[in-house]
């Protein structure tokens, strides 16, 4: 009885799987300019490892490591950024323990500088000219100087992956849709993970981030678009 409702709940889940569409039509062709900046966002151990048994997280794995080097054979390299959660110290003095972000990083446990869970996870190559900022929320300028960086480098367009869509990516996308930059979310390269994952994915690639509107492209746009684009000033 178990195993035939696990049948049953996989292929629930395999039908509910939505395709997750573009903004812009594959025969397009389109650039980010020259003064754009990636963003890798969260990709630390205590949030890839969960998502790296299953066959969505090896492939959302696979194609941001390959967006990743891809970015990294740039010459001159575009302004990079990844982002990292962890506190200051086991007393995570930067929330309350109790507080609504307190309680979703709870499982993350007492997540600092040097902890294993807070490391880049290993699929992703991290070079020193790479700019590695610590974040204490969902919005990946928070506790940071995200913003002053942006500013300071000139940077009109962000190209976004990460995890979760529904943490730090939609969060993200907001703050920065509202500071005036043009955004590009890579739909392979974001996963979200527990229950309505397929649901909640596609609400927010097909319906939410359109909106705004920003733009949802897939890996294959996004590495044809990064071969058009720059030299990269910063
Ligand atoms: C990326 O996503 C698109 C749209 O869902 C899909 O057609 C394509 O096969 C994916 N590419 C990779 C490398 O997973
Ligand atoms: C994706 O695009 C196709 C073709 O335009 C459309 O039929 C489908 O409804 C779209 N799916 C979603 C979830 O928006
Ligand atoms: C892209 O494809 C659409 C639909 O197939 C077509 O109407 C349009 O002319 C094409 N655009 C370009 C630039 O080729
Ligand atoms: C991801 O890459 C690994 C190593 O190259 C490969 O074995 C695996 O089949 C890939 N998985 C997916 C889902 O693309
Ligand atoms: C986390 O740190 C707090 C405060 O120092 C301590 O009370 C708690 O036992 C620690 N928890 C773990 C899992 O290390």
Same mark, same amino acid.
């Given at each position: 009885?178990?195993?035939?409702?696990?049948?049953?709940?996989?292929?629930?889940?395999?039908?509910?799987?939505?395709?997750?569409?573009?903004?812009?039509?594959?025969?397009?062709?389109?650039?980010?300019?020259?003064?754009?900046?990636?963003?890798?966002?969260?990709?630390?151990?205590?949030?890839?490892?969960?998502?790296?048994?299953?066959?969505?997280?090896?492939?959302?794995?696979?194609?941001?490591?390959?967006?990743?080097?891809?970015?990294?054979?740039?010459?001159?390299?575009?302004?990079?950024?990844?982002?990292?959660?962890?506190?200051?110290?086991?007393?995570?003095?930067?929330?309350?323990?109790?507080?609504?972000?307190?309680?979703? =990083?709870?499982?993350? *446990?007492?997540? /600092?500088?040097?902890?294993?869970? %807070?490391?880049? +996870?290993?699929? $992703? !190559?991290?070079?020193?000219?790479?700019?590695?900022?610590?974040?204490?929320?969902?919005?990946?300028?928070?506790?940071?100087?995200?913003?002053?960086?942006?500013?300071?480098?000139?940077?009109?367009? =962000?190209?976004?992956? *990460?995890?979760? /869509?529904?943490?730090?990516?939609? %969060?993200?996308? +907001?703050?920065? $849709? !509202?500071?005036?930059?043009?955004?590009?979310?890579?739909?392979?390269?974001?996963?979200?993970?527990?229950?309505?994952?397929?649901?909640?994915?596609?609400?927010?690639?097909?319906?939410?981030?359109?909106?705004?509107?920003?733009?949802?492209? /897939?890996?294959?746009?996004?590495?044809?678009?990064?071969?058009?684009?720059?030299?990269?000033?910063?």
């Amino acid at each position: 009885m178990k195993v035939l409702l696990a049948h049953l709940l996989t292929l629930l889940t395999l039908a509910t799987a939505q395709t997750i569409n573009s903004t812009i039509p594959a025969n397009q062709t389109f650039n980010f300019g020259k003064h754009y900046a990636v963003l890798n966002l969260d990709l630390i151990d205590g949030t890839v490892s969960g998502v790296a048994t299953t066959s969505a997280g090896q492939a959302f794995i696979n194609s941001t490591s390959k967006w990743i080097n891809a970015v990294h054979n740039q010459s001159p390299k575009p302004l990079i950024i990844f982002t990292r959660i962890y506190f200051t110290t086991v007393q995570k003095p930067e929330i309350g323990l109790e507080t609504p972000f307190g309680i979703a =990083v709870a499982p993350l *446990g007492n997540i /600092t500088e040097t902890s294993a869970v %807070s490391q880049i +996870y290993s699929a $992703f !190559d991290v070079l020193d000219t790479d700019v590695v900022l610590q974040k204490t929320r969902y919005y990946a300028g928070a506790g940071n100087g995200l913003e002053e960086i942006l500013r300071a480098q000139g940077i009109d367009t =962000v190209i976004l992956s *990460g995890l979760r /869509t529904s943490g730090v990516i939609l %969060s993200t996308v +907001y703050r920065l $849709f !509202d500071l005036d930059y043009k955004i590009y979310v890579i739909s392979n390269n974001t996963i979200e993970v527990g229950n309505d994952a397929a649901l909640i994915q596609s609400a927010a690639l097909n319906g939410i981030i359109p909106k705004l509107p920003a733009d949802v492209i /897939t890996i294959e746009q996004a590495l044809a678009a990064l071969k058009r684009s720059g030299p990269a000033v910063w």
